[in-house]
């Protein structure tokens, strides 16, 4: 199974992957978000600049490259793979101690952080050691990307400024060596660089030891600074445990599942079962089941999954479940995204009903990424059951985005029902006016990933609903930012969260290509 399942014991559960990995593995496959950096940076010569890429679950993967302009590029990096909102803007209030900051390009970023560093390697001086990782949230520096020149150094020259700690001191000797008296510097006391060999002996990311760091700021410095930062810290998280962004309880009444699958085609359900298809089935049974009747083959594994939900829920429920034996519920969704019959629409919604505990343990972080195209599958010749779906109460934002983006596919891939589409959002933001004042199936964070969903059909005709549903104030704006920049990405059709590609018809090869590279 997918990668983030929760570490439960037992044998056979795949490893789950690190920070580092996951970033280097998946972090360019995943569409670019917001871009943020100090709007100082030019008289500064030191840009904080934040890259976010967004993930199908919600979190975002975030990189800060803190970028040297006037000299040694890249000095630092900050990487994080599974960034809720608050951690984010926890993340965005730490590293713009002063709360200012400005949102920048893509382009602008990607250009800005090269061309540091190819300045910085002119003097022979290579980027942050944890950059190997985080460049990786960066796009390839290919001509793919928009040229942007800017200029690097002062007046010409690399200009060396040491900080209170004197880490940067370490490349003085090299630049001396390089440039001889061509280049410039700044030091936090007179007379420190009369001697350089007295910063021979730094370690490689020029640190004196770590008790010595920000020995030349005043106690009282330091207790103001961090008190500021914890004090800004505790706004964002009371933001978030507000009511403005209190999250829907989640209070689902089970039905009655059945005890046992009963199918009409008995082989579906041994090979969907089989342990030994736990990551993948046999291209030969995948032929076999999409070449049966679709509305059979999808009554049949409806029912499985009917039924592999009423095994499973309880125990994942009570914290009490074991590695999972099988695959079923997952196999049975993506071969219902290409049977695509009415008939598994039902068992679809049915999954979505459930909590974030159960799609995390039967798809890991995968849920967001196979749900949405099976619904889109099975519903668009029905979604007004899908509609129906998010006016129901007691559900989490995460499985009830599904619902909303599969809607959005229809939208995207058949023109034609287009404006029924449009009417049934319509009618949705409407509803938000007072539904999200009490959070009665819906909350700002499934507000916020609708508006997501509005900006990837640019779905101009609902403007003016739109800025209704934030005017209630009740829309996470970390999402895909606040009204004005929704509005204005609605207008110009920039598909901010969602690219084109995420509405393609997905192949079932290649889903099944990404599943299997999970296994061990």
């Known amino acids: 199974m997918a990668s983030n399942k929760k570490n439960k014991k037992g044998k056979g559960q795949p490893v789950k992957m690190t920070p580092e990995k996951y970033i280097m593995e998946r972090a360019r496959k995943l569409p670019i978000g917001k871009c943020y950096i100090n709007p100082d940076w030019k008289e500064a010569g030191l840009a904080t600049i934040v890259i976010s890429r967004e993930r199908a679950d919600g979190k975002f993967v975030v990189g800060v490259f803190l970028t040297d302009t006037y000299c040694l590029g890249v000095k630092d990096v900050i990487y994080r793979a599974d960034a809720d909102s608050i951690d984010f803007k926890d993340l965005l209030k730490g590293v713009f101690r002063d709360g200012v900051y400005e949102e920048i390009s893509y382009a602008e970023a990607h250009n800005l952080i090269y061309g540091a560093i190819e300045f910085a390697e002119e003097a022979d001086i290579e980027p942050y050691r944890d950059f190997n990782v985080a460049e990786y949230i960066l796009e390839e520096d290919t001509d793919e ?56 002996d730094m370690d490689e990311d020029g640190y004196y030891d770590e008790d010595e760091d920000f020995s030349d700021i005043s106690p009282e410095s330091q207790d103001k600074m961090f008190k500021q930062l914890l004090e800004s810290m505790q706004k964002v998280k009371d933001h978030y445990q507000s009511d403005f ?7 689902y009444h089970y039905p009655e599942y059945p005890k046992e699958a009963v199918l009409r085609h008995q082989f579906i359900a041994e090979v969907l079962l089989d342990s030994n298809n736990l990551y993948s089935l046999p291209d030969s049974t995948i032929d076999e089941i999409l070449a049966l009747p679709a509305d059979e083959a999808a009554e049949d594994i409806s029912n499985l999954i009917l039924t592999e939900i009423g095994k499973t ?19 049975g969704v993506l071969l219902l995204t290409h049977i695509g019959s009415r008939k598994g629409l039902d068992a679809l919604l049915e999954l979505i009903r459930q909590n974030t505990e159960f799609l995390d ?46 809607l959005a596919m229809i939208a995207y891939n058949h023109p034609e029902k287009r404006d029924e589409i449009i009417e049934i959002f319509r009618r949705l933001l409407k509803s938000f006016i007072t539904r999200l004042l009490v959070q009665d199936g819906c909350d700002s964070a499934f507000a916020g990933h609708v508006m997501s969903d509005l900006i990837g059909i640019s779905a101009k005709e609902l403007i003016p609903e739109i800025k209704e549903v934030y005017a209630t104030g009740y829309v996470d704006d970390m999402i895909c930012g606040d009204a004005e920049s929704v509005v204005r990405d609605v207008e110009e059709g920039n598909v901010l ?7 393609e018809f997905p192949d079932i090869l290649k889903q099944y290509a990404h599943l299997k590279s999970f296994e061990k």
């Not at 962004?245 to 209070?251: I, L, P, W």
């Not at 829920?313 to 196999?331: L, R, W």
């Not at 949405?372 to 779906?389: H, L, N, Q, R």
Request: charged content about 30%.
């Open 361 to 406: 343990y039967h798809f890991g972080d995968l849920a967001p990424e196979f749900i949405y195209p099976a619904i889109y599958a099975c519903g668009k010749d029905d979604f007004k059951a899908i509609e129906s779906y998010l006016y129901e109460p007691g559900y989490e934002w995460y499985a009830r985005c599904e619902a909303s983006r599969a």
């Open 313 to 331: 829920y309880q125990q994942i429920n009570a914290g009490k479940y074991e590695d999972p034996t099988d695959s079923a519920i997952m196999h």
């Open 245 to 251: 962004h209190k999250m829907e309880k989640y209070s």
């Open 145 to 200: 990307i928009p040229l942007i020149e800017y200029d690097y150094g002062k007046d010409g020259k690399h200009l060396l400024v040491v900080g209170p700690s004197g880490k940067e001191a370490r490349y003085m000797k090299q630049l001396k060596e390089k440039y001889g008296e061509d280049f410039d510097y700044i030091a936090p006391v007179d007379g420190m660089f009369d001697d350089t060999a007295a910063y021979d």
């Open 497 to 503: 969260s969602i690219k084109e590609q995420e509405f």
